[in-house]
């Protein structure tokens, strides 16, 4: 959305170099994440997901790493390229419920 | 084109006035529900359903209803809107509820006057 953003951290990274977001996770039950995009006016956008019985999973350009000992969730997306340029936020799923617990998100800036 | 579409995109409208939000999926999915989204409070749920029938009640439901009669509309439904509701909404639907992604809508921008 247009103003989301207003309260966020900012994590602004080169053209072409590698980008971590990180999150925190608050349920200890939860054993589904996902990582979402948001540009500008749009709606989340899924990115990749993984599940409490992996600490690692890849995509293309995405790599989404878990720590259930600290309830953390990274993204590292490499090469960052311009068009990553949004706001990241994680979700998570505590296990056998429907609901989903979404951070507030991070805006990644690609500079030029 | 599998899509979740949200009518209207952007509403004024003034307190007390009655409106509908609709949302529509052409994915077959079971599961649908409705966030709000604002300024560093990130997404929060309002209304979900699991299927045709049958809802519940998410982290912010005061203020809205909700209705599943067919699967593929979840409209949301604002009987006396207030200004502490103006916010950016959203329409997910996934193909279950749980450990599976949603998929969003492209938001809706509700101005309460």
């Known amino acids: 959305g247009e103003n989301v953003g207003l309260h966020l951290p900012t994590l602004s990274v080169q053209e072409g170099d590698n980008s971590i977001i990180n999150c925190a996770y608050s349920?200890?039950?939860?054993?589904?994440f996902i990582w979402y995009k948001q540009e500008s006016g749009k709606g989340p956008q899924f990115i990749i997901d993984?599940?409490?019985?992996?600490d690692k999973r890849q995509g293309q350009r995405v790599t989404v790493l878990l720590n259930k000992t600290v309830k953390h969730l990274s993204l590292q997306i490499a090469a960052t390229q311009p068009g990553d340029s949004a706001v990241y936020f994680c979700a998570e799923n505590p296990s056998g419920t429907y609901k989903y617990i979404f951070g507030t998100g991070t805006r990644l800036k690609v500079l030029a | 084109e599998a899509q979740v579409t949200q009518n209207p995109r952007y509403l004024i409208t003034v307190t007390g006035k009655k409106l509908t939000v609709t949302c529509s999926q052409n994915m077959n999915h079971e599961y649908m529900s409705w966030y709000r989204q604002d300024p560093g409070l990130g997404l929060r749920q309002i209304y979900y359903s699991m299927n045709v029938e049958v809802t519940d009640k998410g982290d912010v439901p005061e203020g809205y209803k909700v209705s599943r009669k067919e699967k593929r509309n979840f409209p949301l439904i604002l009987e006396s809107p207030s200004p502490n509701q103006t916010s950016l909404y959203f329409c997910a639907s996934s193909s279950k509820g749980s450990g599976t992604e949603a998929f969003f809508g492209q938001g809706t921008r509700l101005t309460v006057v």
């Open positions: 349920n200890s039950a939860s054993d589904y």
């Open positions: 993984i599940r409490s019985n992996m």
